[in-house]
């Protein structure tokens, strides 16, 4: 998984950056594109697929037609250590997730870490423990369940923080609301640190860019 998240430069091919969106989805990747909002990114590119090389060709694609990176994080599909016993379809899901969901066109990105500080060290906590604060972490999100889609990636090792997360909401509202109430929950409120927020609205490439040009 790849998230870019570009401002829009001096020179940009509007159509080379289609034709490069376009090229990798004829590859076979997902690509997911995003008119982002605030002033850390103007658009901003969700791509996912088995090939680490086809996912670099489509970055150098996009600084080649003018979006120029100002974010971005690198990240794996994964199977919480935590999720033995859930069915095959949730497994499905999780690792081969089918982008973007129908009918949530609002998006926001963040990475987090656990944390590991004294007195709320999350690895020092044992198995059990662990698993027991994530089910009912898993709880709350699950009460969200078809206002929010939440797809969390894993970076240890790959990038700054140790998880990616990505939601797709109907609205903006149900991704604050998702947010503020995880974080009363004890996973979160005593173990979680978040990164910065990238927010804004998917929609195909071409009206993307389209809207990001003439406002």
Same mark, same amino acid.
């Given at each position: 998984?790849?998230?870019?998240?570009?401002?829009?430069?001096? !020179?940009?091919?509007?159509?080379?950056?289609?034709?490069?969106?376009?090229?990798?989805?004829? !590859? @076979?990747? *997902?690509?997911?594109?995003?008119?982002?909002? @605030?002033?850390?990114?103007?658009?901003?590119?969700?791509?996912?697929?088995?090939?680490?090389?086809?996912?670099?060709?489509?970055?150098?694609?996009?600084?080649?037609?003018?979006?120029?990176?100002?974010?971005?994080?690198?990240?794996?599909?994964?199977?919480?250590?935590?999720?033995? @016993? $859930?069915?095959?379809?949730?497994? *499905? !899901?999780?690792?081969?997730?089918?982008?973007?969901?129908?009918?949530?066109?609002?998006?926001?990105?963040?990475?987090?870490?656990?944390?590991?500080?004294?007195?709320?060290?999350?690895?020092?906590?044992?198995?059990?423990?662990?698993?027991?604060?994530?089910?009912?972490?898993?709880?709350?999100?699950?009460?969200?369940?078809?206002?929010?889609?939440?797809? $969390?990636?894993?970076?240890?090792?790959?990038?700054?923080?140790?998880?990616?997360?990505?939601?797709?909401?109907?609205?903006?509202?149900?991704?604050?609301?998702?947010?503020? *109430?995880?974080?009363?929950?004890?996973?979160?409120?005593?173990?979680?640190?978040?990164?910065?927020?990238?927010?804004?609205?998917? @929609?195909? $490439?071409?009206?993307?860019?389209?809207?990001?040009?003439?406002?």
């Amino acid at each position: 998984m790849l998230h870019l998240f570009c401002k829009v430069g001096p !020179a940009l091919d509007a159509e080379a950056a289609v034709r490069a969106v376009k090229a990798a989805r004829a !590859a @076979g990747d *997902q690509v997911v594109s995003v008119a982002l909002l @605030g002033h850390k990114a103007d658009v901003g590119v969700m791509a996912l697929g088995p090939d680490l090389w086809r996912l670099r060709a489509l970055q150098t694609s996009l600084r080649l037609a003018g979006l120029e990176a100002t974010g971005s994080y690198v990240s794996l599909t994964e199977l919480s250590e935590y999720a033995e @016993g $859930i069915p095959d379809e949730m497994k *499905q !899901a999780r690792l081969y997730p089918s982008l973007p969901p129908e009918g949530k066109p609002a998006f926001c990105f963040y990475p987090m870490s656990k944390r590991r500080v004294a007195g709320d060290n999350w690895y020092a906590l044992g198995f059990d423990e662990r698993k027991a604060l994530m089910l009912g972490h898993g709880a709350v999100g699950r009460t969200f369940r078809g206002r929010v889609l939440q797809l $969390i990636t894993g970076s240890t090792g790959l990038d700054d923080w140790e998880w990616g997360v990505t939601l797709f909401g109907v609205h903006p509202d149900d991704l604050k609301e998702c947010v503020y *109430q995880m974080r009363f929950d004890e996973a979160s409120a005593r173990f979680a640190d978040f990164g910065p927020f990238w927010t804004g609205i998917v @929609g195909e $490439i071409e009206d993307v860019l389209d809207r990001v040009l003439s406002g």
